[in-house]
T-cell receptor, first 120, second 115 residues
Framework: DAGITQSPRHKVTETGTPVTLRCHQTENHRYMYWYRQDPGHGLRLIHYSYGVKDTDKGEVSDGYSVSRSKTEDFLLTLESATSSQTSVYFC???????????????????FGPGTRLLVL | AQSVTQLDSHVSVSEGTPVLLRCNYSSSYSPSLFWYVQHPNKGLQLLLKYTSAATLVKGINGFEAEFKKSETSFHLTKPSAHMSDAAEYFCVVSDGRGGSYIPTFGRGTSLIVHP
């Protein structure tokens, strides 16, 4: 299994409080992603990073910010948690791959174990 | 824009019978296609992937999928279901538009296996 850990694994917080989730990898992969998983929606991308200090928004970025100050850590912050942000959050990593006859592509993602967040 | 549709939210089979999980995709480019499996309270694990090589792709645990461009499909199959196959399955498309390779996930299919 890819070396990806998420902390905390479970968190209960109150509406209006800030929350930070951490994703840590030991694979030295370039790309990191934060997803949220909700019933009936599959996984939806919140933010992703394509290098240290390089991040971009995903499909559902409102209310979330991220930071990546070093290769191995990708932080997700809920500035002021709301009940709609109750979810399971997954971190994923990927890296450039070389396929004969094709340019470098980053493809296969490896996922962390998830963080269950409950906002009351 | 790329998109993916998993045609069944739930599939129920008996142990020892074949499994078919259906996935259709839309992409203007040559896509990469993936199937991931998620067991209860776990993260996602790659089952198999298609990246413009052989159209029949074999994965782990006896699963395979066939890329059919004419039908824009990438259905997942297994000849004989096992109780341990009960899980959520996600079909994923990534077409690399703009060099970003940001994948799009289907909504998932829950596979239920009866004894």
């Amino acid at each position: 299994d890819a070396g990806i850990t998420q902390s905390p694994r479970h968190k209960v917080t109150e509406t209006g409080t800030p929350v930070t989730l951490r994703c840590h990898q030991t694979e030295n992969h370039r790309y990191m992603y934060w997803y949220r998983q909700d019933p009936g929606h599959g996984l939806r991308l919140i933010h992703y990073s394509y290098g240290v200090k390089d991040t971009d928004k995903g499909e559902v970025s409102d209310g979330y910010s991220v930071s990546r100050s070093k290769t191995e850590d990708f932080l997700l912050t809920l500035e002021s948690a709301t009940s709609s942000q109750t979810s399971v959050y997954f971190c994923a990593i990927s890296d450039d791959e070389r396929t004969s006859g094709y340019p470098i592509r980053k493809e296969t993602q490896y996922f962390g174990p998830g963080t269950r967040l409950l906002v009351l | 824009a790329q998109s993916v549709t998993q045609l069944d939210s739930h599939v129920s089979v008996s142990e020892g019978t074949p499994v078919l999980l259906r996935c259709n995709y839309s992409s203007s480019y040559s896509p990469s296609l993936f199937w991931y499996v998620q067991h209860p309270n776990k993260g996602l694990q790659l089952l198999l992937k298609y990246t413009s090589a052989a159209t029949l792709v074999k994965g782990i645990n006896g699963f395979e999928a066939e890329f059919k461009k004419s039908e824009t499909s990438f259905h997942l199959t297994k000849p004989s279901a096992h109780m341990s196959d009960a899980a959520e399955y996600f079909c994923v498309v990534s077409d690399g538009r703009g060099g970003s390779y940001i994948p799009t996930f289907g909504r998932g299919t829950s596979l239920i296996v009866h004894p």
